[in-house]
């Protein structure tokens, strides 16, 4: 098995115990990615020039016996929400085309201080508004299980990227469900943290209310690992949360023991049904009966108010979206049109934004623009934020009576590329298991449940946990991660990547 | 629920700062109505005794400490920029012929 096929922490382990380079690491994954990002399409930039260099110096730091972190020198990508300076940053945007940020956003500086070389950046839906990275103005990624076939979104660039072992850690942003969808449609691991604990300074704002930052890997373990590295307060954020992230890795190790003696899991009585594929429903409720063998007490639990979610979700998204990007007016940064003749600013605005954004990007922003517009902002937007505050309290009375919410992550495998790029409801849909837990800020994790036996796609499984449990995620994750790792034989991985010899 | 008519979209397409062309109007005003139609479901949910939640964690009154650190050089801020001219931002004229 060559070193790409090693999770993080072995990949951290095999450098703390001088078994490898991290030169090397980083030149296996930079030569995965030029093998296999033609057909991919994960990246829309790799850098590595830099990797390398920064990885040069990981090695000098860990000969001269001071590695500044655990993971220092294990490599990771970045999804092109995160400001990085000096490497483009375009959040899958025309109108941002060419745009090298002169700042790191928090996350990237925290990366940057532990000392993991960056391989580059991760394709995403424009301005991560979508379900599928079809919407990405550099056209879509493939997923590494059927490359005919979305990786999910709007992160699919990590999670294809981590699922194919072109890298063994990345950041995604999750608005909806954009980290944990992509692992579930790609076979890995996604976390939402809680709202506020991981900084979302330098990250290009889709819904500021909703968005955060988290970590996708091929395993339970490895997320944990990293989300405790990029997570933690932030002065400059105003939104970031006092309290420290720790004992997330602890919480890992301890749940791959197995004993779940104690746990009380709701499944949730409003994310069952006919929305939900049989294929996908079959793996869930294999991992449910794992869950009880293990000592888990499973209940159902109903949360009334999830019925509403995904239409609040799609007022209030829009309502902040249609603000904030308002910013990209070819004024300061981004991309200037200027038509004939002596056009004014406004008109340079407009031509420059009609050019610039994408469909999703401008039906989104005028849906905003109609729920803020005055005689219909209570009707529409005020009632959503009401929403928002019944959907806060079914999670406080269903926490009342479990410890964590489980349901499939999203109700079917990955879909055709094509397949609903041209209906936005539909891919709205997808999103229903996702959206609530952004609305309340409660943090979320998906992990593979298996593969699919109507079509050999992977199917995932989502645990949500109260605000700042998100221990508990980790806990109850490695659990079953651990047990169906033994009833696999290991992780699953697409036939197409799998290390020789395996399968 | 009223459709949104093709001006309507038109309209706030111009509130928005986006200069939609005809097709452009023709292919999303549809789909606008579409997605209107099913968020609208959620009107009359909640009644008046609801409060709003525009945050998920509450917080007031964030500050922090009240301490110089360095910014951007105005060199850094204006690299992307499309113009520039003595180390300013160059925009286009911001009134109109009628102005």
């Known amino acids: 098995m060559s070193w790409i096929h090693k999770t993080a922490a072995e990949q951290a382990a095999a450098l703390a115990a001088g078994e490898v380079t991290s030169v090397e690491l980083t030149q296996a994954h930079l030569d995965q990615i030029a093998a296999t990002d033609g057909e991919l399409h994960a990246f829309l930039h790799v850098d590595a020039e830099g ?10 730091r860990r000969a001269a016996g001071s590695p500044l972190h655990e993971l220092d020198g294990v490599p990771i990508a970045i999804k092109d929400v995160l400001t990085t300076e000096g490497l483009p940053t375009t959040a899958g945007s025309r109108i941002l085309e060419g745009w090298i ?131 933690g307060h932030d002065p400059r954020d105003s939104t970031s949360v006092p309290n420290q992230v720790t004992g997330l890795v602890d919480a890992a190790r301890a749940g791959a023991a197995r004993d779940l003696g104690g746990l009380k899991v709701g499944i949730v009585t409003e994310l069952q049904g006919d929305a939900w594929n049989a294929d996908v429903v079959e793996r869930f409720d294999e991992s449910i009966a794992l869950l009880k063998e293990m000592g888990a007490d499973v209940v159902e639990v109903s949360l009334p108010s999830f019925v509403h979610a995904m239409a609040a979700y799609y007022l209030i998204l829009p309502a902040e979206c249609s603000s904030n990007l308002a910013k990209f007016d070819a004024m300061r940064y981004g991309r200037r049109v200027t038509p004939e003749g002596s056009p004014s600013a406004e008109e340079v605005m407009k031509v420059s934004r009609d050019a610039g954004f994408g469909d999703e990007v401008k039906r989104r922003i005028i849906i905003g623009t109609y729920a803020l517009s005055s005689g219909y902002y209570d009707a529409f937007y005020g009632q959503a934020q009401k929403i928002r505050t019944l959907i806060i309290e079914d999670f406080k009375k269903a926490f009342e009576q479990v410890d964590v919410l489980v349901s499939p992550t999203a109700p079917s495998t990955a879909w055709a590329i094509g397949e609903k790029a041209d209906d936005p409801l539909a891919m709205y849909l997808q999103d229903l298991a996702t959206i609530p837990a952004n609305l309340a800020g409660v943090p979320g994790i998906s992990i593979p449940s ?29 659990a079953l991660e651990s047990a169906l790792f033994e009833q696999w034989g290991g992780q699953i991985t697409p036939a197409a990547y799998a290390p020789k010899g395996a399968n | ?64 400490e009240d301490v110089v650190v360095p910014g951007l050089t105005p060199q850094q801020a204006l690299a992307a920029a499309p113009a520039q001219e003595d180390d300013k931002f160059s925009v286009p004229r911001i009134l109109g012929d009628e102005q």
């Open chain 1, 450 to 478: 298996g593969v699919s036996s109507a079509d050999g796609l992977p199917t995932g499984i989502q645990f949500l946990a109260p605000v700042l449990e998100d221990a508990r995620l980790y806990r109850v994750g490695a």
């Open chain 1, 51 to 60: 990797a390398l260099a920064q990885a040069a110096a990981s090695d000098e």
């Open chain 2, 1 to 64: 629920m009223p459709e949104l008519s093709r001006d309507e979209v038109r309209h706030l397409a111009d509130l928005a700062r986006i200069d939609l062309s005809d097709a452009e109007l023709e292919h999303l005003a549809p789909q606008l109505n579409v997605i209107l139609e099913s968020v609208a479901s959620i009107q009359g949910v909640a009644g008046p005794d609801v409060p709003a939640t525009s945050h998920p964690i509450p917080m007031t009154n964030v500050f922090r």
């Open chain 1, 101 to 231: 940020p002169p700042y790191d956003g928090t996350v990237t500086t925290k990366i940057k201080a532990a000392g993991l070389p960056i391989l580059g950046k991760t394709n995403m839906d424009e301005f991560a508004m979508g379900s599928s990275t079809e919407n990405s103005a550099y056209g879509p990624t493939r997923n590494p299980w059927d490359h005919g076939r979305i990786p999910g979104g709007s992160g699919g660039g990590s999670a294809a990227a981590v699922g194919a072992f072109q890298a063994p850690l990345a950041i995604g942003s999750d608005t909806g469900g954009s980290i944990r969808q992509p692992g579930a449609m790609t076979g890995t691991v996604g976390v939402k943290p809680t709202y506020g604990s991981v900084s979302r300074y330098g990250v290009i704002a889709l819904a500021n209310s909703l968005d955060q930052l988290g970590p996708c890997t091929r395993t339970v373990l490895d997320s944990a690992l990293l989300h405790e590295l990029i997570g």
